[in-house]
C-alpha cells in the first residue's frame, strides 16, 4: 500500500499535466465518435479537425492545470519577513508569480491564499538575496478532491468542444477555407507579428514612459496624459505594473491586428506583376529593423506613439468606410487630435500616415478637389494648433517636479523617472536641449552622427527600394507631360521628412528611424491600394526585376532580417560593431 501511495504521488507531482491532458483526448474522442457524420468528412478534413482539437485540448488543460481551485489561507509575520517581499509560491513544483496568487498585508501579518498540494514553499527577496520558507503538504483528502474536480472539469468541457468544433466545421468548411485561401497573406503577417510579439517583446515598460501610464488629467492638463486618463477607469486608486503591461499589451495586439489587416487588403487589390513587388516589400518591411516589431523591443516598449499609431491606422479604416467627406475629415481630425493629447511628438512621426490619405484624397481623381483640399487644409490646422497647444501651453497642477514624482510614486509600483518628469513637464525646450542633446552630440562620447551614417550606409537597401519606386513614379508622370505637382507622388515622398524635427530637437534617433520606416513603406502601399496608375507602373518594374532576380530578392530578405531591431536610443547592434571596428583604425 505505502508503494502504491508513493506512485500516485510521485505522479500527482511530475506528470499531473500528463494525466489531466487524458480525460480531455478521451473527452474528444468519444465527441468524435458519437457525431455521426465524421466519416463522411474525408481525410484532410477529418484530419485538421483532429489537429485543431489536440491543440485546442492542450490549451485548455493547461489552463487548468496551473488553475488553483483549492486554497488555503496562510499567515506569515511580518517581522519573520525581515522586509523582504514575497517574488512567488510553488506547489507541487508550479510555480506562481506574484501576479498569479492573492497577498494581503492585515495587522503585521501577510495571508497568502496557497494553492493546496505537496511540496509548497513561499519565495522571499531581500536585497539581492532570496530565500525560501517551506510550508506543510496538504492532507491528502483535499488533494484528491481538487483532482476530481478537475478531472470533470476537463472531461466536460472537452467535450462541449470537440461537439463544437466538429458542428462548425460540418457547416461551414468551405467557407472558412475560402476565407484562408483568399486573406491567407494578412493572416500570415499576423501570425508573422504575433510570434515576433511573443517571443521578442520586453518584459516591463520602457522606464521613461512608464509613469505617463499614472498620470491622468486629475494631474492638470499635460501633453501625455490622455493615455494614462484612459487608463484610470479599469482601476480605482493604485495602478499595478501589471495592469499598465497588460494594457500596453492589448493594444500593440490591436496594432498587430490592424498591420495584417491593412496589408492584406493591399496585397488583394493589386495584380501580376505589381503583386510580387507589394509581397516583397511588405516582407522586406516585417524584416528591417523598422518594422512595428521594433515598438516592442526593449527601450520601445509602452512608448506612448505607439497608441498614436494605432490611432493613425485606425483612421485610415475609418476614412475608407465611411461615405461622406465631411464626415471622413471630422473622423480624421478628432483621432489626430487625440493622438496629439497621447504625445505632441506626434506631429512628426506619425501623422504623415494621415497626411498620405488626405493627399491621395486630393489628387484621387488625377486634378485637385477643391472641397478635399479645403477639408484637408481645415484637419492640417486644428492639429497644427492642437500640436502649438499641448507643447506650450499645457499644464500640470504641481510645484514642482518633486512633488509631481511623489504623487505618482504614491499611486503606482511602476518606476517614475524624475528626469521624465522634469524635462517633459516643467523643462523648457531650451532647457531639455542643452542638457540632453549636447551631451548626446558631444560628452559622452556617443557620436550620434557617425553612427546615423553606417545605418543609413547598412540600410540602403530600404531607402534604394522606396526611392527608386517613388523616382520611377516622377519618371511616368513626366514621360506622360504632366506637371508632377498635380500629382501625389512627391507630396507623399516629401511628407517622410516630417520626423527629421525630432533628430535635432530630441535624442532617441531609433524612434525616429522606425517612424521613417513605417511611413515610408505606407506610403508606398497606401498608393498601391488605390490603384494610382503611375504607382502600378513602378511597382510592376519591380515586381518583373523580383521575378527575373530572386536570388538578389531572397538575399535582401535575409540581409535584413539579420540586422535586428531598433531600440529607442541605441542604435543597431551592428552599427556599433562596426563603428568599434572603424575607431580601432582611426584611433
Known sequence: MRLIMRGISFVYIYYRLYVLFLPTLLASALGIRLFSGFKKFGIRKSVFIIMTLFSLDGILCYGVYRLPLLHEDIVISESEMDLSTITGIS?????????????????????????????????????????????????????????????????????????????????????????????????????????????????????????????????????????????????????????????????????????????????????????????????????????????????????????????????????????????????????????????????????????????????????????????????????????????????????????????????????????????ECFATVIDAYKDMNTSFFLANGEFPREKLFLTIFLLAPIFVLVLAVYWKCLLCVRNKNEKIMKTPYLYCAFVNLAVMPQFVLNVDWGRWLTALVINAFFGILYLSYLEFTEMKKALGVLGNYVEQHKETAVFCILYLASLGKFGARNFLPQVDMLWKMFCRQLY
Open 91 to 423: 506547489s507541487s513544483h508550479v510555480f506562481y508569480t506574484e501576479s498569479e496568487f492573492r497577498e494581503d498585508h492585515v495587522n503585521g501579518n501577510v495571508t497568502i491564499q496557497m494553492p493546496v498540494g505537496k511540496y509548497r514553499s513561499v519565495y522571499f527577496l531581500n536585497g539581492t538575496e532570496t530565500w525560501e520558507y517551506e510550508l506543510e503538504d496538504s492532507p491528502i483528502n483535499k488533494i484528491l478532491t481538487e483532482c476530481i474536480v478537475k478531472i470533470m472539469l476537463l472531461f466536460a468541457v472537452g467535450f462541449i468542444m470537440a461537439f463544437l468544433v466538429i458542428r462548425v466545421m460540418s457547416f461551414s468548411f468551405a467557407g472558412i477555407r475560402l476565407f484562408f485561401s483568399e486573406n491567407i497573406f494578412g493572416i500570415l503577417v499576423f501570425f508573422f507579428l504575433m510570434m515576433q510579439f511573443v517571443f521578442g517583446r520586453a518584459d516591463q515598460l520602457d522606464s521613461w514612459s512608464s509613469c505617463w501610464y499614472a498620470a491622468d488629467y486629475s494631474m492638470g492638463m499635460g501633453s501625455r496624459f490622455f493615455a494614462g486618463s484612459l487608463l484610470s477607469l479599469f482601476y480605482d486608486d493604485f495602478l499595478s505594473q501589471e495592469l499598465a503591461y497588460n494594457f500596453c499589451a492589448a493594444a500593440l495586439v490591436m496594432l498587430i491586428v490592424c498591420v495584417a489587416y491593412l496589408i492584406n487588403y493591399a496585397v488583394k487589390r493589386t495584380e501580376a506583376p505589381a503583386t510580387g513587388a507589394v509581397k516583397f516589400l511588405v516582407i522586406c518591411f516585417l524584416c528591417c529593423p523598422g518594422s512595428v516589431a521594433a515598438l516592442w523591443t526593449e527601450g520601445q516598449m509602452g512608448r506612448l506613439e505607439m497608441y498614436t499609431l494605432l490611432l493613425s491606422l485606425v483612421g485610415v479604416i475609418i476614412f475608407h468606410k465611411t461615405a461622406h467627406r465631411g464626415v471622413r475629415y471630422l473622423s480624421v481630425t478628432i483621432i489626430a487630435v487625440v493622438s496629439m493629447a497621447i504625445y505632441q511628438g506626434y506631429l512628426f512621426l506619425y501623422f504623415p500616415i494621415l497626411a498620405v490619405v488626405i493627399i491621395c484624397d486630393i489628387f484621387r481623381d488625377r486634378k485637385i478637389n477643391i472641397k478635399s483640399c479645403i477639408c484637408g487644409f481645415l484637419s492640417c490646422m486644428a492639429v497644427g494648433i492642437s500640436f502649438l497647444w499641448f507643447q506650450f501651453c499645457s499644464y500640470v497642477k504641481y510645484a514642482d517636479a518633486t512633488s509631481m514624482v511623489a504623487a505618482l510614486s504614491g499611486k503606482t509600483d511602476l518606476y517614475v523617472e524624475s528626469d521624465a518628469v522634469y524635462y
